[in-house]
């Protein structure tokens, strides 16, 4: 594991007029050499992050390894959190629900062995969150469908999809009622039982870290199809018709949406990588975090949780 060091962020061109509200804080995460910037004033804040196999959660202005799990995804709000352990239980893998304010946790089984069940994505209000099901396919993992746990009842159920895209990974639409995931170069919705309702064709995947939709729930964020020269597209969710394209920002991720107009994206920059909001006409307005080579390189990934 890498010694913890400091990466300077550099200033950025404008700086939204809510970010003077306060001034910002730089934290460096343990285990790597990410540096976050975050201001008390900010919507979303990082809660947890993955590096290589190892899963840190936020405590307070701090981070803690969790050497028991995988993968840690916080609540929209906090309060709780859901973490994927490293190993299964009982011939299942399983989730742990966990209670932020006491520490204490409650298992919960998901899938039995080989199959596996991790990518946890909330939905917005906290109730539920749906993890994408998995199994080997030769050398590599194809999806087979997903598993939705119900947070209050503290219980699971699995859906086996028919005919999914084998890099499908399912989120919650924006009212919860729906789940989104890839399907040939497009994006599907399908209902909690897995039957599909609507296809939008040639968008591209949907992305955006634990969230695709914008707040309103009206744009959904994919990266464009391959015959665009643009990186990030803006659909419509009702209609499926283009909402916008974003010129000129060449995104290695997009960890989803700061408000309606700005989004976060992992650039590169020279031989580092910044975490910076684009707003839609491409422009970074303020930098977030600065990653080394070598943070991206160990696959590092920053959980934005919306407060």
Known sequence: MLACSVIAIAAVVSVPPAAHAADPVDIALPGTRVTVRENSTDPLRVTSYGFGKAAYLRKGAGFTRQTAYQEITVAPRGGKALAVPTSYNGGYDS???LDLATSKGTRIRTVRKP???HYVHWSRNGTKAVLTVER?????WATSGFVVVDTVAKTAKTVTVANVDRAARFRWSSDGSELVA???????????????????AKT???AGGE???TPSGRGLMTWCPSTYTEHVCVWDRTSGKLAAKVPGIKPKALWGWWDEKHFIAVVPVGDIYRVVLSDLKGTSTRVLAALSADDWKNRVYLSYTRR
């Open 211 to 213: 969230d695709a939709f």
């Open 136 to 140: 080997k396919s030769g050398d590599a």
């Open 182 to 200: 890839e399907y040939r170069g497009g994006a599907r919705f399908y209902g909690p039982d897995g039957e599909v309702r609507r296809t939008l």
């Open 115 to 117: 199959l596996v069940a």
């Open 95 to 97: 989730v742990v629900l």
């Open 204 to 206: 591209g995947r949907p």
